[in-house]
T-cell receptor, first 115, second 112 residues
Framework: GAGVSQSPRYKVAKRGQDVALRCDPI?????LFWYQQALGQGPEFLTY????????KSGLPSDRFFAERPEGSVSTLKIQRTQQEDSAVYLC?????????????FGDGTRLSIL | AQSVTQPDIHITVSEGASLELRCNYS??????LFWYVQSPGQGLQLLLK??????LVQGIKGFEAEFKRSQSSFNLRKPSVHWSDAAEYFC??????????FGAGTRLTVKP
């Protein structure tokens, strides 16, 4: 497809389980971002990749959160030992060049619910 | 670090009426400013952006926004709202480190 694709769209997990969320950016896009969007809030920055390099992970809320982009295309956000406060929509975005004035193209997100 | 404030959590307008959504930013240098729209269950779609130059920028779907440095504002406007404009609107500011910060959003309801 032409846009950013995220899977699964919905994920329900029990507290303590590990989850993995996938993002397929637009082909050729260098920059990839992950955001966490709590209910009724704007997206909060989690981490940023330029190709396969994770240049900024300052937004990851704890060491239970881990992201990778090993070949500079598909990215996975992993959350270990999930907690109820991890329930949110996780958005992935990509942009063609590593510049702050580049608009980001967003996927539809993965809605994560922790029971 | 940069930040964005959207003072209005929820706005209701009648179809055909004009619309203005407020956005105030905080950033030490010239900001990169964006407005995005999000429909339920969807990702964010870019409406318009400001980098430099003309302070009045035109976007898609008939939206425009004006950058006012003196007021640290980037308000979104539309002269005549359509029912399909009902959605959540987010203002965002980008910094040179690729870190984009979003406001909390304004939910727009359109009355028939």
């Amino acid at each position: 497809g032409a846009g950013v694709s995220q899977s699964p769209r919905y994920k329900v997990a029990k507290r303590g389980q590990d989850v993995a969320l996938r993002c397929d950016p637009i082909s050729g896009h260098v920059s990839l971002f992950w955001y966490q969007q709590a209910l009724g809030q704007g997206p909060e920055f989690l981490t940023y990749f330029q190709n396969e390099a994770q240049l900024d992970k300052s937004g990851l809320p704890s060491d239970r959160f881990f992201a990778e982009r090993p070949e500079g295309s598909v990215s996975t956000l992993k959350i270990q030992r999930t907690q109820q406060e991890d329930s949110a929509v996780y958005l992935c975005a990509s942009s063609p060049r590593p510049a702050s004035n580049q608009p980001q193209h967003f996927g539809d997100g993965t809605r994560l619910s922790i029971l | 670090a940069q930040s964005v404030t959207q003072p209005d959590i929820h706005i209701t307008v009648s179809e055909g009426a004009s619309l203005e959504l407020r956005c105030n930013y905080s950033y030490g240098a010239t900001p990169y400013l964006f407005w995005y729209v999000q429909s339920p269950g969807q990702g964010l779609q870019l409406l318009l952006k400001y980098f430099s130059g003309d302070t009045l920028v035109q976007g898609i779907k008939g939206f425009e926004a004006e950058f006012k440095r003196s007021q640290s504002s980037f308000n979104l406007r539309k002269p005549s709202v359509h029912w399909s404009d009902a959605a959540e609107y987010f203002c965002a500011v980008g910094a040179k480190n690729n870190d984009m910060r979003f406001g909390a959003g304004t939910r727009l309801t359109v009355k028939p």
